[in-house]
């Protein structure tokens, strides 16, 4: 089939190569000219694993093409994917639509024959039916430009294969015919076996911002844990373990840190409560507001830990900062707890030399008052605390023994729960994590470097 992706941010560019790589032909298309040519050169303009080879394939293969054009588009398409971001509205909790609108705008008056346009962007219910209505009004085709929502349920990190291995797709329709079309552009996957749920548009709005909300939830609840498990002297990584073996609860997503962030959690969650409130059933999520200022307070209370670890004053203190990406295997710094916490440390004098495997750059672009190096003993020397910030596996890599040789008092907090405690305690280091006891301290330690129980990493 003839698809255009419109908009070749994270979720677009990687939605355009994967769809080439199962066969079809793709036009991305997006008003950033250096990212169409990086593009076009087969060059991603983000970190993402396996993106490249995929990009790489289907640029080399002729399949996969990149214009700046919308007019290019609407002559090429008989599928028009919607890949645009839906920011948080400035000044209001709700989803910033200006870029969905600005991609129907601008492709309508060129839609000269019968197309289906798809979004994927996560918008609030209702958007499909008021595009319907402009799209009739605006395109020359009228009522034979089709509307659809198939939301996408990309983890950074994982989304090429969360693409082409999805474990769901799920059809927004408002007939037959969009139907038989997603039908037969997702067809390899289909053939898999993987559930293919065809439903009204509405719905399938609501499945991405529920689902996203859900997994929201249950991250805040072990991380409200995990406080009441300080205070009660427990381990939050044992009372995970337990509640995973339910099956009503399951593992994923029920371990305690330092909360989410990203593009996606944070802002989704907050425009789901906006549109809640419009349609006059905001009651019905209001438990939601709790969940994120739990999410936000594991950040304030990390900076809490920190600065007792040093003896109550951040300033003049070196701090070692591994990691600024909202998660591993991602460049991804928007909403990152990481640069939070490091941001809050810098403000209170701390001196802050952060590292981080891909993120160093955007990072820099964000924060640029930090210090920025390249490697773990670089960012460790002389740090008067280390601070494990995200659980790339490369810091789990790390040996504690040689480390300790670089820093000037070797404290770590691990505001992950990633770390092997034990390996890093037989090395000298004091060790505090969030949500886990803290035995008293030992005669020979400082008492302003509390010690914190010996489990397994498995669990974090």
């Not at 293919?196 to 548009?201: L, N, R």
């Not at 996606?264 to 438990?287: H, N, Q, T, W, Y």
């Not at 490369?394 to 729960?417: G, H, K, Q, T, Y």
Request: proline share 5%; hydrophobic share 40%; net charge negative.
């Amino acid at each position: 089939m003839r698809l255009t992706v419109i908009g070749t941010g994270y979720l677009g560019a990687v939605h355009a190569a994967c769809m080439a790589d199962i066969g079809h032909e793709v036009l991305g298309v997006d008003i950033d000219a250096h990212r169409i040519a990086m593009l076009s050169e087969g060059r991603t303009p983000f970190y993402e694993p396996g993106l490249q080879e995929t990009l790489t394939r289907g640029v080399d293969s002729g399949r996969l093409r990149f214009t700046t054009s919308l007019r290019e588009a609407a002559e090429f398409g008989d599928v028009h994917f919607v890949c645009v971001g839906t920011p948080q509205k400035e000044g209001s909790q709700a989803a910033d639509l200006r870029y969905v609108d600005a991609v129907v705008e601008g492709l309508a008056p060129h839609l000269r024959r019968r197309c289906l346009i798809v979004g994927k962007s996560t918008v609030p219910a209702g958007t499909t039916a008021q595009l319907e209505v402009r799209l009739d009004t605006l395109a020359p085709m009228g009522a034979d430009v089709e509307v659809a929502w198939n939301p996408e349920f990309l983890r950074e990190g994982h989304a090429v294969e969360d693409t082409l291995r999805p474990d769901r797709i799920v059809a927004g329709v408002s007939s037959s015919r969009a139907d038989s079309v997603l039908r037969e552009v997702y067809a390899p996957m289909l053939r898999d076996g993987v559930p293919f749920i065809s439903t009204d548009p509405a719905t399938a709005e609501l499945v991405k911002v529920a689902a996203n909300s859900f997994l929201a939830t249950k991250i805040s609840f072990i991380n409200a844990m995990a406080e009441v498990c300080e205070a009660a002297g427990a381990d939050v990584t044992t009372l995970s373990e337990a509640l995973g073996h339910d099956t009503r609860i399951g593992r994923p997503f029920l371990s305690a840190g330092l909360g989410f962030g990203g593009g996606c959690l944070p802002k989704d969650i907050r425009a789901f409560m906006a549109r809640a409130g419009e349609l006059g059933v905001g009651d019905s999520v209001a438990f939601l507001r709790q969940v994120d200022e739990i999410n936000g307070r594991q950040r304030s209370r990390t900076v809490d830990i920190a600065r007792s670890m040093v003896g109550g004053d951040l300033a003049g203190r070196r701090i070692a900062v591994l990691g600024a990406t909202f998660k591993p295997n991602s460049d991804d710094v928007r909403d990152s707890p990481a640069l939070s916490v490091a941001a809050a440390v810098h403000r209170e004098g701390g001196i802050v030399r952060l590292y981080d495997p891909e993120g160093i750059e955007n990072a820099r672009s964000v924060l640029p008052q930090l210090e920025y190096v390249h490697d773990v003993a670089k960012t460790c020397e002389d740090a008067d605390l280390v601070l494990h910030l995200t659980e790339w596996s490369e810091f789990r890599r790390i040996d504690p023994a040689v480390l300790a040789a670089s820093v000037s008092v070797p404290r770590i907090l691990d505001a992950r729960n990633a770390l092997d405690a034990t390996l890093w305690r037989s090395a000298g280091w004091t060790v505090r994590a969030l949500g886990r006891p803290t035995p008293p301290a030992l005669p020979n330690q400082q008492a302003t470097a509390p010690v914190t129980a010996v489990y397994s990493s498995d669990l974090g």
